[in-house]
């Protein structure tokens, strides 16, 4: 009986830390681009709200978020600097833009990754309605296009070789290419 005692106080004793067991959070610069802006890490599930962290990337391309309440749910907000834009992300911050804040529940166990696709500016503009969208997959740098010809989108991209996926319409065939799709080809 006094066992069973013990061992209930221990359960109740421990069943608070279980439940606000703590994680951490790496926000990564995909592009390894720095002072592209910032991102604020805040905790929304607590009223009021609580910023956990404000990420400059100033001289590095990674910030550690720490103290991460399971179950809290967090918000992760781009703030892109002038001349840069954020248009999408990896791990829990996929889809990501000044635009498309996140919003995610802090898992239980394990670390959460969170890539940030933060650069400058490459403008594509759609030479044909058929064109719906530009994806550059390695880092999660997306954006989508109305459809109409003429329109255009700007995706996140840094200096160097990139694979640029452009998106089309059902029924639509790759026509011309101008500018850096000089050599475009369907895949």
């Keep these: 009986m006094l066992i069973r005692r013990l061992c209930l106080l221990v359960a109740l004793c421990l069943l608070p830390r279980l439940a606000n067991a703590q994680t951490t959070m790496t926000v990564t610069s995909n592009y390894g681009v720095l002072a592209f802006g910032t991102v604020a890490v805040t ?5 009021p709200h609580v910023v956990l962290a404000t990420c400059s990337f100033s001289s590095s391309a990674t910030c550690n978020v720490s103290g991460l309440i399971a ?3 967090l918000s992760v907000t781009p703030a892109p ?11 829990k911050c996929a889809g990501l833009s000044p635009t498309n804040v996140i919003q ?15 650069g400058y500016p490459l403008t594509v503009t759609a030479n044909n309605a058929g064109v719906v969208a530009a994806l550059i997959a390695s880092i999660g740098s997306q954006c989508s296009l109305p459809g109409t010809a003429g329109q255009s989108c700007q ?28 050599n475009a080809a369907p895949t």
Excluded: E, R, Y
């Design 43 to 47: 905790d929304v599930t607590p009223t």
């Design 71 to 73: 179950g809290h749910t």
């Design 81 to 91: 600097a002038a001349g840069f834009v954020v248009t999408g992300g990896t791990g």
């Design 104 to 118: 995610f529940t802090v898992p239980t166990s394990g670390s959460v990754q969170c890539g940030v696709a933060g």
């Design 155 to 182: 995706l996140a991209v840094a200096p160097g070789p990139l694979s640029l996926t452009i998106g089309l319409a059902a029924n639509t065939a790759l026509v011309s290419d101008t500018g850096l799709c000089t």
